[in-house]
């Protein structure tokens, strides 16, 4: 109830899915959350399920792909509780009807994709540590993906905005670890985000967890429980590093399948 006591966190992306349960494991932990995403009434809406669980929250709009949106965002959360401690640099995305593959890609979704991925989160990053110095140190968490680590036959933009998502990462923890900045990512596998759900169908879903090693999809508060750790000073020893969460899906060898049939029978 209180790994998070006295830390104030900024998650963006906050009203739905991963983001969303950041905040309310965040706030049910003690830490003050300010709620940022670009839908308003989301955004509210986590705030006061984080309030309604006993936490505190400032829901607030932000569109990430604006410089100045994020600026202000940190300006306000330092306004509203004093100082700040964490940044989850949490929205990212592309359009899979756009981000093809190398030769049918949108070059105007690649645009995208590196604001809305890599763009935000230096954005952010640049806004936060200056107050995380005053602070004497924080922790930056920001959102990879298994798709940044392997090569896949569409959605080569948002791959390789995750791949820099993660250099990214590696490069603030070594220019501002002297000052007690942590800088870490998590890179999630497939979850059971609203977002999954309303787009793909149940065969497909069900289809997912056979590349997993566990025999589930992950849940946003999966990643919401790791983000907790991180933000908390149980990882005080840990910078630069990628956690992947994705239930032993980049972890098994592509020729499982293959290799049980080799397995005897009894
Ligand atoms: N769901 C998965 O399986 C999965 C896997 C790997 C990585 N991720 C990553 O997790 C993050 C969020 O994914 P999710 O599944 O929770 O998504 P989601 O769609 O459930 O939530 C994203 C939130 O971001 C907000 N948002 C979108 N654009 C914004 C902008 N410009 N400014 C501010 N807010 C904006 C949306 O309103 C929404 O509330 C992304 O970075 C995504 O790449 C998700």
Not at 22 to 36: D, H, K, P, S, T
Not at 69 to 83: I, Q, T
Not at 167 to 186: F, K, L
Request: proline share 5%; aromatic share 4%; net charge negative.
């Amino acid at each position: 109830m209180n790994r998070l006591t006295d830390k104030v966190a900024i998650i963006t992306g906050a009203g739905s899915g991963i983001g969303r349960s950041a905040a309310e494991l965040m706030g049910a932990q003690g830490a003050r959350v300010v709620v940022a995403d670009h839908d308003t009434a989301s955004a509210e809406d986590t705030a006061r399920a984080v309030e309604e669980a006993g936490g505190q929250a400032l829901p607030y709009t932000v569109d990430v792909m604006d410089d100045t949106s994020v600026g202000d965002m940190v300006e306000a959360a330092v306004r509203a509780f004093g100082r700040l401690d964490v940044l989850c640099n949490h929205v990212g995305g592309t359009n899979p009807r756009k981000d093809l593959d190398l030769l049918r890609l949108d070059m105007d979704e690649f645009g995208r994709a590196v604001d809305l991925n890599v763009r935000s989160t230096l954005t952010g990053s640049r806004h936060a540590v200056p107050h995380m110095i005053q602070a004497g140190g924080g922790s930056i968490i920001n959102t990879a993906s298994v798709a940044g680590l392997v090569g896949d036959v569409l959605q080569i933009s948002y791959g390789a905005a995750k791949a820099a998502v993660v250099n990214i990462t590696q490069s603030i923890a070594v220019q501002y670890g002297p000052q007690g900045i942590r800088c870490n990512a998590v890179a999630p596998g497939t979850i059971m985000t609203p977002a999954l759900l309303n787009n793909l169908p149940a065969e497909v879903i069900e289809a997912l967890k056979g590349y997993n090693s566990l025999p589930y999809l992950g849940a946003p508060k999966d990643i919401g429980h790791t983000m907790v750790f991180l933000a908390s000073d149980e990882s005080r020893y840990l910078t630069g590093q990628l956690l992947v969460v994705d239930g032993g899906m980049t972890s098994r060898s592509p020729a499982v399948p293959g290799r049980r049939a080799m397995l005897p029978t009894e």
